[in-house]
């Protein structure tokens, strides 16, 4: 399969890549050369400075600074002190946006997608486009797609808590 190239994800926003992502082959290469490969079911997108919800709101901080960045990169943070969760930064320089991986046919749920792919502080920016850890494979879209509320963001308010931008894949 095609590793997908930095100018895809800088050609969408996260919205629209959200939904797109799903039934794309994340692979990761651990140091021994071994492999997991497994096709993204869940997303959740977050837009810009005005979405409360995004890390993003509250401007550009050292956290913050790759969503401000062109598309193309991984963006970690670590949650709860043990779970780094993966998203990918989309959208032009400037323009701040990222989508949060949320599933794999191996494993659901954000803090376990970053134990299963043993992810740290390290991939903060890596490079989807040349890196030999972390990369995404195009590949065919077997299922339906549902959208819906992001997930444990009531703190941004009923607009963005409700905005549709969580995307599943259910497949048979």
């Known amino acids: ?5 930095k100018s895809y994800f800088q050609e969408k926003s996260a919205p629209e890549l959200a939904r797109e992502l799903l039934g794309k082959t994340l692979v990761r290469r651990f140091p021994d050369g071994s492999e997991i490969r497994s096709k993204i079911t869940e997303t959740e997108a977050y837009f810009g400075t005005d979405d409360l919800a995004s890390h993003a709101s509250k401007g550009r901080t ?15 943070y670590l ?6 969760l993966l998203n990918i930064v989309t959208g032009n320089k ?4 990222a989508v949060l991986i949320r599933g794999l046919e191996a494993v659901n749920g954000p803090g376990r997608i970053g134990n299963f792919l043993e992810l740290d502080k390290s991939f903060y920016g ?8 972390i990369w995404l494979e195009d590949s065919d879209l077997e299922g339906e797609i549902i959208s819906g509320p992001r997930v444990g963001v009531d703190y941004a308010g009923k607009e963005w ?6 995307f599943i894949l259910k497949t048979k």
């Open 126 to 133: 890596e490079d989807l486009e040349t890196s030999e850890r």
């Open 62 to 76: 050292p956290r913050t600074e790759l969503m401000f960045g062109a598309g193309g990169h991984v963006y970690v």
């Open 79 to 84: 949650i709860y002190g043990k779970y780094w």
């Open 94 to 97: 400037d323009t701040p946006e």
């Open 1 to 5: 399969m095609a590793r997908i190239s």
């Open 161 to 166: 808590r409700l905005m549709p931008w969580r």
